[in-house]
C-alpha cells in the first residue's frame, strides 16, 4: 500500500513530493552518518499519511483568500513529519527495535547514542519549523501541546505494561498519544491555514482524532490477522507488556490459560506468543477490535459528510476508507 | 562548594529558593516513578548556576523600569534550569551514567526506555515555559537555537571521539554546545529582561560564553587533579574517546608511550588509563589548561568591569572569581 496510496491523488502526490525534498532540506545536519540514516529514514517507505491529511484538509475552501502561501503549507506539512520520526526514533530506542520502514533502525545502525541525540535534533528542527511558520497563531501552542501529550501518551503505555486489569479508555489514551492527536492536529492545522472556518476546524480536529484512532486499532489488528507481521516487534509488544486492543478486549474473558501465560510476563516463548495470539483470536479479540475501528471510522466518515462541498472533501472520503479498509 | 555557594549571597539564594519551588512545580508528571526521579533529580545537589547567572544578570539596572515582573523572571530562570537538565538526563543514557549529583542517575534507576522520555519531557516543559514567557521577545528564537546548538555540540563530540588530531577550535566547538551556549543565554537574558541596554546585553552574551568556557575547562582539569574524580565517568570519558582539554593539549607532544596507550582505544584497562593521567600531567596538559582557563576568566572579568556600576556587578565579579578559582 505504501508505494501506491497516492497513485490516485495525481496532485497531492506532487504536494507530498515537495514535502519530501523540503524534509530532506531541513533535515541536513553536519554529521555524515547521521545525515545519512536521518535522508534514508525520510526517503524509504513512509506513507508520508499525516503531511497528506493535512494537505488535503487545507483545499477544503476552494480559493480561500485566507490560505497561507504554498511555501509555509509545504513547511508545516514538513514539520508533522519531522514530529513523527523523532518520536518513531526514540520509540525505536526503547523497544530496540532493529528495524524500521524497512531499513535498519537509527539506533541498530548508530547505537543508542546517535539515536537519542538524532530524535532531539529532529524536535529542534520541528520547533525550528513551527517558530517560523506558525507563531503568530493559536497552532504554535497547539503544537507544542501535541508534543507533550504524545509524550504522555507514551509514558502511560508504560506504566501499564503487564497490567491485565486496563481499560479501554486507559488505551484510548494511550492511542491518542500514539497516533491520534498527531493525524488530529494534521487535519485541524491543515483546515485553519487553508483559510476554513473555525466551525470547519473544529470538525477537522473531530475527523482527525477518529481516523488516528481506527489507523491504531487497525495496526493493532494487523498483528493478529498477517503471519508475515509476527515478527520481533510484536512478539516484543507481548514480552515487554504492552497489550495491543485485540488482547486487551480479551483479558476479561474466562480463559485460565490465556491469564497463565500472561503472567509469565517477560518470560514469554515464541510458541506461547503465538498461542496467545490464536486465543485472542478465538475469544473474539480481533473482531472485537473490528468493530471498535469501524465505530471511530464511522464517526469520521459522518463528520467528513458535514464538510462544505468540495473536491478535497470527496478526496478525504475515497482516502479514510481505503486507509481504513471500508469495503463499502 | 554546591552547598555553600549561596551562603554570601543572601538575596540571590532567596530568588533561588522560588526557583526550586517553581521547577518543582513545572516537571509535576502524572507518573510516579519518574515523578519522584525527577523531583530528586531537581533538589538533590544541583548548584543551580544558570538560574543564578541570569538573575544577577536581571539587577545590573537598578530599578529598571523596562524589567518584567518577578514571576517571569522565576520562569525564564527556571527555563534554563529545565533545559539543563534535560541534556543531563539525556548524557546519561549516552554514558550509560550510574551516578548524577550524587543520587542514582534517571537512566541507571528506571532504565533507558524512561530516561529518554523523561528528557524528551523536560524539553516540552521547557518549551512552554519559554512559549509563556518570551515568545514576543528575540529571545524566543534565541533558546530554540541554544537547544539545537547544545545538541551539535554532544553530536560533534560524538564525530571526534578517539580523533588524536583533533584542535583546540574543535574542543571549543563541544565546550560551547558542553556549556558555553547555556551560561551565554543566561547572561544575555538576565541582562535583557532585567532591562539593561543592548550595549550591556552584547557585554552579558560575551561575559556569559566565556564563564562557560571557563567553567568548562576547570571541570576537565579535575579529572586530573582529583583522585576523588577519577571514577566511572572519567574512566569512561578516556575509554570512549572523548578526550578532555588536559590531554588533547598535549597530543602534539612527542611521546611514544601516550600514543601507544591512546590506540587501545576501548580497550584501556584501569591502569592504563591512570598511566595516561599521569602522562597528561607530566607533559604539562594541566597546566597549559589552567592557563588557557585563566584566560577565559580574565576576559570575562574585564567586561563584567566594563558593565554599568551595580551591586550586582560587584556581586557577579565576585562570583565569577569563586566559581572560576581565581585566588586574586
Same mark, same amino acid.
Given at each position: 500500500?505504501?508505494?501506491?496510496?497516492?497513485?490516485?491523488? @495525481?496532485?497531492?502526490?506532487?504536494?507530498?513530493?515537495?514535502?519530501?525534498?523540503?524534509?530532506?532540506?531541513? =533535515?541536513?545536519?553536519?554529521? @555524515?552518518?547521521?545525515?545519512?540514516?536521518?535522508?534514508?529514514?525520510?526517503s524509504?517507505?513512509?506513507k508520508?499519511?499525516?503531511?497528506?491529511?493535512? *494537505?488535503?484538509? /487545507?483545499?477544503?475552501?476552494?480559493?480561500?483568500?485566507?490560505?497561507?502561501?504554498?511555501?509555509?503549507?509545504i513547511?508545516?506539512?514538513?514539520?508533522?513529519?519531522?514530529?513523527?520520526?523523532? #518520536?518513531?526514533?526514540?520509540?525505536?530506542?526503547?523497544?530496540?527495535?532493529?528495524?524500521?520502514?524497512?531499513?535498519?533502525?537509527?539506533?541498530?545502525?548508530?547505537?543508542? $547514542?546517535? !539515536?537519542?541525540?538524532?530524535?532531539?535534533?529532529?524536535? #529542534?528542527?520541528?520547533?525550528? *519549523?513551527?517558530?517560523?511558520?506558525v507563531?503568530?497563531?493559536?497552532?504554535?501552542?497547539?503544537?507544542?501541546?501535541?508534543?507533550?501529550?504524545i *509524550?504522555?501518551?507514551e509514558?502511560?503505555?508504560?506504566?501499564?505494561?503487564?497490567?491485565?486489569?486496563q481499560?479501554?479508555?486507559?488505551?484510548?489514551?494511550?492511542?491518542?498519544?500514539?497516533?491520534?492527536?498527531?493525524?488530529?492536529l494534521?487535519?485541524?492545522?491543515?483546515?485553519?491555514?487553508?483559510?476554513?472556518?473555525?466551525?470547519?476546524?473544529?470538525? !477537522? /480536529?473531530?475527523?482527525?482524532?477518529?481516523?488516528? =484512532?481506527?489507523?491504531?486499532?487497525?495496526?493493532?489488528?494487523?498483528?493478529?490477522?498477517?503471519?508475515?507481521?509476527?515478527?520481533?516487534?510484536?512478539?516484543? $509488544? *507481548?514480552?515487554?507488556g504492552?497489550?495491543?486492543?485485540?488482547?486487551?478486549l480479551?483479558?476479561?474473558?474466562?480463559?485460565?490459560?490465556?491469564? #497463565?501465560?500472561?503472567?509469565?510476563?517477560?518470560?514469554? #516463548?515464541? @510458541?506461547?506468543?503465538?498461542?496467545?495470539?490464536?486465543?485472542?483470536?478465538?475469544?473474539?479479540?480481533?473482531?472485537?477490535?473490528?468493530?471498535?475501528?469501524?465505530?471511530? /471510522?464511522?464517526?469520521?466518515?459522518?463528520?467528513?459528510?458535514?464538510?462544505?462541498?468540495? /473536491?478535497?472533501?470527496?478526496?478525504?472520503?475515497?482516502?479514510?476508507?481505503?486507509?481504513?479498509?471500508?469495503?463499502?
Open positions: 500500500m505504501a508505494f501506491n496510496l497516492w497513485l490516485q491523488y @495525481p496532485e497531492l502526490a506532487k504536494d507530498i513530493e515537495k514535502v519530501k525534498h523540503n524534509l530532506q532540506d531541513k =533535515i541536513s545536519v553536519d554529521y @555524515p552518518d547521521l545525515q545519512t540514516a536521518l535522508s534514508k529514514m525520510a524509504n517507505g513512509g508520508f499519511l499525516r503531511p497528506a491529511f493535512f *494537505l488535503l484538509f /487545507t483545499k477544503l475552501t476552494a480559493d480561500s483568500q485566507n490560505r497561507v502561501d504554498d511555501k509555509k503549507l513547511d508545516i506539512a514538513t514539520s508533522l513529519e519531522v514530529l513523527h520520526m523523532s #518520536t518513531l526514533i526514540h520509540d525505536d530506542i526503547i523497544d530496540d527495535s532493529p528495524k524500521r520502514r524497512g531499513e535498519v533502525s537509527v539506533q541498530s545502525q548508530f547505537g543508542k $547514542d546517535i !539515536a537519542v541525540y538524532a530524535g532531539d535534533y529532529l524536535f #529542534t528542527v520541528f520547533f525550528d *519549523l513551527i517558530t517560523d511558520n507563531l503568530d497563531t493559536p497552532f504554535f501552542k497547539i503544537n507544542s501541546r501535541t508534543m507533550k501529550k *509524550l504522555l501518551g509514558l502511560n503505555q508504560m506504566k501499564h505494561r503487564y497490567n491485565t486489569q481499560t479501554f479508555l486507559n488505551y484510548l489514551r494511550n492511542v491518542n498519544g500514539k497516533t491520534a492527536y498527531l493525524f488530529r494534521a487535519s485541524a492545522e491543515g483546515a485553519y491555514f487553508g483559510g476554513a472556518s473555525s466551525q470547519t476546524v473544529s470538525l !477537522a /480536529t473531530r475527523i482527525g482524532q477518529n481516523i488516528g =484512532i481506527s489507523f491504531q486499532i487497525l495496526d493493532d489488528i494487523l498483528d493478529y490477522s498477517d503471519a508475515s507481521r509476527l515478527n520481533k516487534p510484536t512478539l516484543e $509488544d *507481548l514480552a515487554t504492552v497489550y495491543s486492543l485485540p488482547l486487551l480479551v483479558l476479561n474473558e474466562d480463559s485460565d490459560e490465556l491469564h #497463565t501465560l500472561l503472567a509469565k510476563k517477560q518470560d514469554l #516463548t515464541l @510458541p506461547e506468543i503465538q498461542r496467545i495470539q490464536a486465543l485472542v483470536v478465538e475469544l473474539g479479540g480481533v473482531e472485537k477490535a473490528k468493530d471498535l475501528a469501524a465505530k471511530f /471510522t464511522n464517526k469520521a466518515l459522518i463528520d467528513i459528510d458535514k464538510l462544505p462541498d468540495s /473536491t478535497a472533501k470527496k478526496k478525504l472520503a475515497k482516502l479514510t476508507k481505503v486507509l481504513l479498509k471500508r469495503t463499502n
